[in-house]
């Protein structure tokens, strides 16, 4: 029985291994390892994993063999690259560089080919075709190296998103080379091939951008809380859409690009949803991509001879000047830094799927042999291992000179922001803590608090254990996005006397609230809790209601009366509007005069905010009502009010929550109190002096209004009796 054990085990560890447990663990192992123990020396995470795949690869140690579930595994990995590509694309930003990233797509392609056909047609002595062939895969990139600016936080620097624009450029104009070259081979180069080419490649970009958008909106839309089929529906998006493209004469790594491009405005970069595609790509299908390209590698072909070393060592030298030949073009174009061009060559000097896609071809083909094979898969193994390199040395660089971020932000509205979340109504607490994760400042040290106040009565402690316990949910979803939050439980006679309260306590600069609800007679005679909270405070204060979710916008609509540039807070609104408009990728149309447009155009230059915004002058101001007629059903309103006695104040404003809840009751609305000055030094009078002059100053008002009223009556009977 113990010989039979013993044979057992033996069995299952022979080598190559064949148990799938056993290769599941061994990888996930070197996933585990790799990075950690290559990070003690400075090498990058990426090439260990590489390495990895050498070592343990059929040409290797020969551990592991390909099997249908490494390929498995290694092509989910290389379509979630693509896919993670497309679907952190900053599209307002793409938008404005679609130019920058035209031009960089014609250097990047362009130029390796310029060098790599003369190369391999008179110094190789390759054919025409093979020639074409080969110069054509120098002019591909794969972004292995995307991870690490990911990781970085420089995803959205320009030099990044035009490298990302090229990529599907260069890629796309290549495959379809790539398709020309074999049906030539086949001799099928006729009429009836580009007709079918044509009309395949129209109808795939038919589907992914006029169907899959519509599709993915009404999905969200009604399948709001259920966030496993939110993934489960994105994972279906990549691989059908890598099939069709596939089906259309292109490769599946086209197919996951766009289907990142076509879902890209559904998913905020901050939401949870975003979380989990990032975590468990980077945990486990993209690792698996990289071990499976150090499998592909055959270091023995350099000991073959004089011819396989040449061929190696002129393909990699080609494939790795033409790159950086073609950074340099880009920089100098337009006047990049010296760590851009090196982000830009890092991200585009990587050659591994669309190469290795073309050069398969090819040897299927017989287009190209042995020696051009083994050569590619070296030249895979060392630009993999330069761009690696070179991206991680150059993203040190761009955070070093402050450039990681797409919105940078003002002195004032960075550092140690903190924003305090009221929670009155469970049912609203996911989306409004989804708002508070988008708009807060990525460099601030400090939680989201979650507050909830108790009464003070003989039901206190009891209500006080409740509210405790429903924290326990909000924490829980909040750990779903890694949104760090503290959880606040508090108890006061007056709920809006214990929100102020806290936010002085954890000396808070935003308050996020729901909806004002109706009020009764009592609430009306004591005072509001809204109006309660405005005049014991004087920070930010966004009054929020999400009655749908965020996909069912199509733009954002900001309302923004005159002087409202002149209030103390209108840096951090104005910043807090841009995160969340990029975050969402909805334009913006701005409801404005002509200084209010100025000043906010200055702060997005100031800033080098990328966002989509265009302005409608307005001068009625007296009358909101005018402003109906520029809304949509489908607009998220945001209306910028002001406190009583603040500069930019309207009478208009008065009940201003009430009036956009009626007229506006189908949209998604936020109602804005920039911050202001403090209005007393003394903290135990500040409520007490601030509710008593603010109410004195509105019924002194409405005094006037209606004195005003009468003597127009009056004046008007005058005028008819003469």
Known sequence: MNKNFFEHIAHAFEIPLRNSVLIF??????????????????????????????????????????????????????????????????????????????????????????????????????????????????????????????????????????????????????????????????????????????????VFLGIMFGIIPKIAKWFFQRVESEKTSHYIFVLFIVFFAAF???????????????????????????????????????????????????????????YKGPEALIVAGTLTLVAVCGKWIAAWFTQISFKYSAAQRQVIFGLSSAHAAATLAIIMVGYANDIIDENVLNGTIVLILVTC????????????????????DAVT??????????????????????????????????????????????????????????????????????????????????????????????????MADSILLGWPSQVGIIEKMVGEKTESILNRTDINIFMCHFGKPFVSNDRITL??????????GFSYWLNKIARFALELTLPISCIANIRSESAILAYFKRNKISCNIKFVLHKEWDDLATIKHYVKDTDLLIFVSARIGEVSYNREFDGIPKKLGRKYENNNRILIYPSRRPTSTFDNYDEVSAMSVNRGYSHLQKMGRGLGSILKIKNKGKFNDQ
């Open 244 to 302: 069709i493209a596939e089906v259309s004469g292109l490769e599946p790594i086209i197919g996951a690009f766009v289907a990142g491009l076509a879902l890209n405005k559904f998913i905020p970069h901050s939401s949870a949803l975003m979380n989990r595609i990032e975590f468990i790509g980077n945990a486990i299908f993209i690792p698996f991509f990289l071990i499976s390209v150090g499998m592909i590698v055959d270091i023995k072909v350099l």
């Open 559 to 568: 309302v923004c009366p005159p002087m409202a540039e002149d209030e103390k």
């Open 409 to 506: 932000e003002e002195k004032d509205v960075l550092g140690d922001e903190h924003i305090l979340v009221p929670i009155a109504n469970l049912n609203n607490m996911e989306i409004l803590l989804d708002f508070a994760t988008m708009i807060k400042n990525k460099k601030s040290p400090h939680p989201v608090t979650i507050l909830s106040v108790v009464p003070n009565n003989e039901l206190a402690e009891e209500n006080l254990k409740k509210a405790k316990k429903n924290l326990d949910s909000t924490a829980k979803y909040a750990s779903g996005s890694e949104v760090e939050v503290n959880m606040m439980a508090t108890i006061d006679y007056n709920i809006a006397g214990g929100i102020s309260r806290a936010s002085r306590e954890i």
């Open 385 to 404: 291992i330069v761009a690696s390199i070179a991206t991680e040395a150059a993203s040190k660089k761009v955070v070093l000179a402050g450039d990681q």
């Open 25 to 202: 663990s061994l990888i996930l192992l070197i996933i585990l390892l790799a990075p950690i123990l290559l990070r003690k020396i400075k090498i990058p995470g990426i090439i260990g994993l590489i390495l990895s795949g050498v070592i343990i690869g059929p040409h290797g140690l020969n551990i592991l063999e390909r099997s249908s579930a490494v390929d498995l595994f290694s092509t989910i990995g290389l379509l979630y690259i693509m896919f993670i590509a497309g679907l952190e694309l900053d599209m307002n930003e793409f938008r404005k560089t679609r130019h920058k990233s035209l031009v960089f797509g014609f250097f990047t392609f362009i130029i390796p080919i310029i060098i790599g056909y003369p190369v391999c047609y008179y110094v190789l002595g390759f054919d025409v075709g093979s020639s074409i062939l080969v110069s054509s895969m120098f002019a591909t990139h794969t972004l292995v190296a995307y991870p690490v600016v990911n990781s970085y936080g420089i995803s959205k620097n320009q030099a990044v998103a035009i490298t990302i624009g090229g990529t599907i450029l260069t890629d796309t104009a290549v495959l379809i080379i790539l398709a020309v070259i074999v049906g030539s081979s086949q001799g099928e180069l006729d009429q009836q091939f580009w007709i079918r080419l044509t009309i395949s490649f129209a």
